[in-house]
């Protein structure tokens, strides 16, 4: 019995990845390399608000003058943030200048890091984690569920604008899985927000996506009642007092 359940759990295993199209696999390494376009060429001008170029200041004061390259992460995400969510070559241009650095040590970093978006995505771009843990508890039904509501295929923007969904590895979450992130760039970078939605369900990830879509914040995190936080269901069972002293030593001889 147990025997022929372990076949059929693999098997669905096996399910899950083969529906997976070409497109979807091959889409991480479709932009290795940049096309000039009318909305993103090194002609166009780029350069961080009034607001963003205080924040610039204050991140290189954590870094020593002959080291300003190592703010590059951050100022490309503040940069990502004032753009809506995307990095332009302009933008990353823009953050060369200050760092002082040739634009290419800039590209190198921005095409690495996949949370670095380098074509427009939604006021709120949805990530669906698609590591094993998530995937087994039925990520892939998550992601469908929603790119049907939304009648879009992974990587496109919605008509309105609003919403994007990609895929995302792991987020360190596996124990409430499955799960989705949503970065909210409906407010630039003076409202960015990167929340966690977790225990979810196709149901309850398609009525997330209409509560943002209503102007709402969804409450982030466990989207199960009966959990609190990452606890088990139902409360604790086990280290409901203070945990006892190990046994192998006396600890107040311990200088």
Same mark, same amino acid.
């Given at each position: 019995?147990?025997? *022929? ?25 479709? %932009?290795? @390399?940049?096309? &000039?376009?009318? &909305? ?20 290189? /004061? ?14 490309? &995400? %503040?940069?990502?943030?004032? !753009? $809506?969510?995307? %990095? ?10 200050? +760092?002082?650095?040739?634009? +290419? ?16 995505? $939604? ?12 995937? +087994? *508890?039925? /990520? *892939?039904? +998550?992601?469908?569920?929603? %790119?049907?509501?939304? $009648? ?19 987020? #360190?979450?596996?124990? !409430? ?11 630039? /970078?003076? $409202?960015?927000? @990167? ?24 409450? *982030? #995190?466990?989207? !199960?009642?009966?959990?609190? !936080?990452? #606890?088990?269901?139902? #409360? ?13 030593? &006396? ?5």
């Amino acid at each position: 019995m147990l025997g *022929r359940l372990a076949v059929q759990r693999l098997n669905e295993i096996r399910t899950a990845f083969r529906r997976t199209t070409q497109a979807s696999r091959s889409f991480s390494t479709a %932009l290795n @390399y940049h096309i &000039d376009t009318p &909305d993103n060429n090194p002609d166009l001008h780029w350069e961080f608000n009034d607001a963003n170029k205080a924040k610039v200041k204050e991140i290189l /004061s954590f870094y020593p003058s002959n080291y300003k390259q190592s703010a590059v992460i951050p100022l490309l &995400d %503040l940069a990502q943030q004032q !753009n $809506g969510g995307w %990095l332009p070559v302009s933008a990353m241009n823009a953050v060369a200048k200050v +760092i002082e650095v040739t634009p +290419i040590r800039v590209y190198e970093v921005a095409t690495f890091y996949t949370m670095f978006n380098r074509t427009k995505v $939604g006021k709120y771009h949805l990530l669906v984690c698609g590591t094993t843990p998530c995937m +087994i *508890r039925g /990520s *892939r039904g +998550i992601e469908e569920a929603i %790119l049907k509501h939304l $009648g879009v295929k992974r990587n496109e923007v919605t008509k309105d604008g609003l919403f994007s969904v990609g895929e995302m590895e792991c987020m #360190g979450c596996c124990v !409430n899985a499955p799960m989705m992130t949503v970065a909210d760039y409906s407010n630039g /970078s003076e $409202g960015y927000a @990167y929340n966690y939605y977790e225990d979810l369900t196709p149901k309850r990830a398609v009525e997330i996506v209409q509560a943002f879509r209503k102007g709402e914040k969804p409450t *982030r #995190g466990t989207q !199960n009642p009966g959990r609190i !936080n990452c #606890g088990p269901e139902g #409360g604790n069972t086990t280290l409901l007092g203070e945990p006892k002293a190990p046994p192998c030593r &006396d600890l107040d001889a311990v200088e």
